[in-house]
Structures are given as structure tokens and as C-alpha cells.
């Protein structure tokens, strides 16, 4: 029997005025869980900071609750692996997804306003 760990992992989408949530629960292994771990931080870089409760509270919550499930299935990946187990494909990893780099938009825009007030305010 392969090893599993009860994790949540999250996506976020942000939209301009309102937000959804994505979640799965369950006990992963940790290659399924990984690759979805992977897919909905892919997607919450996507799309998950399109508004401004987004931006400061919906995406930075979701990411690091599903940095913290990588990390407890990353241990269960590091474990002496099972005989007879299959090794299921993860796909690619968050960064070499172009998609992910969608989110360097509104944090530029938002680091930009910032400065803007900050100095404005000087």
C-alpha cells in the first residue's frame, strides 16, 4: 500500500469584485497530490490576483497553504518507496509553466501604486 497524507490544496481565483475558491481534500500520495499541487498553484499564478481582496488576502493564502501541503507530501515522495508501485507523471514544475508568469502583471502594477503613494506622500 502506498503511503498518504491528509492535505487540502487550494486555488484561488480572483475576479474584480468577487473571489472563488477551488479545494481538494483528501489523503494524496505524494506523486497525485504533488501534481495537483502543481496544477492549482499554476492556476491560481493565472488567475488569482485579479482584484484587490485577491491580490492582498485570496492568492497569498492559497499559495501558502499549498506550499505547505508540498512539503508534507514532498516528505512522503523522500520515503522508502513501495514494490509494484507505479510512479504517475507530475507534470511540469510550477515555474516552467508560462502561465505562472502571469501573475508578475498585477504584482508589478501593484508595487507601483504603492511606490507611487509612498513617495507622493513624502
Not at 468577487?18 to 501534481?35: L, S
Not at 497569498?60 to 508501485?85: D, E, F, H, W
Amino acid at each position: 500500500m502506498t503511503p498518504t497524507a491528509p492535505v487540502t490544496i487550494r486555488a484561488h481565483r480572483g475576479l474584480v469584485v468577487i473571489m472563488r475558491w477551488r479545494r481538494a481534500d483528501g489523503p494524496f500520495c505524494g506523486f497525485c497530490g504533488i501534481a495537483l499541487v502543481r496544477e492549482m498553484t499554476a492556476a491560481t499564478l493565472r488567475q488569482g490576483w485579479w482584484g484587490v481582496g485577491s491580490l492582498i488576502i485570496g492568492a497569498p493564502v492559497a499559495l501558502m497553504s499549498n506550499l505547505l501541503a508540498y512539503r508534507k507530501l514532498r516528505r512522503l515522495q523522500l520515503a522508502v518507496p513501495v514494490p509494484g508501485t507505479v510512479r504517475p507523471r507530475l507534470g511540469k514544475p510550477v515555474l516552467h509553466r508560462p502561465s505562472a508568469y502571469v501573475a508578475l502583471i498585477p504584482l508589478t502594477w501593484a508595487v507601483v501604486v504603492i511606490t507611487h503613494l509612498v513617495l507622493s506622500a513624502s
